[in-house]
């Protein structure tokens, strides 16, 4: 059974940096064949994309945080990364790690994934002014 286990989140004044990890466990295979994600939700709203990376690496970002955030992952160690600079009160909020299986007869363009099945449990973030 795959888990993931985010850390990394915490308090941090507007302007100011903090890096996520995800940290997959239980995995057959590396992460290198799965779409994964980073999704966030604040209290009273839905929850949304962030930034997704597929297979081969690409990324995808909301408009909301496009040159100031940064996901990336490591095939070997199987952890996933979200860098978050210039950070602004509206980025608060809990961070949930996503993973899809994405192989053979499973695959599709990761960037048209509409359901993750794989989640963790979250880690709060929280930018003040």
């Known amino acids: 059974q795959v888990q993931l286990v985010e850390s990394g989140g915490g308090s941090v004044q507007a302007g100011g940096s903090l890096t996520l990890s995800c940290v997959v466990s239980g995995a057959t295979y590396s992460v290198s064949r799965y779409c994964m994600g980073w999704f966030r939700q604040a209290p009273g709203q839905e929850r949304e994309k962030v930034a997704l990376?597929?297979?081969?690496?690409?990324?995808r970002y909301a408009d909301s945080v496009k040159d100031r955030f940064t996901i990336s992952k490591d095939n070997t160690k199987n952890t996933l990364d979200l860098q978050m600079n210039s950070l602004k009160p509206e980025d608060t909020g809990m961070y949930y790690c996503?993973?899809?299986?994405?192989?053979?007869?499973?695959?599709?363009?990761?960037?048209?994934?509409?359901?993750?099945?794989?989640w963790g449990q979250g880690t709060q973030v929280t930018v003040s002014s």
């Open positions: 996503a993973a899809r299986y994405n192989w053979g007869y499973n695959w599709r363009p990761c960037f048209e994934v509409a359901v993750y099945p794989t």
């Open positions: 990376i597929d297979t081969a690496d690409n990324t």
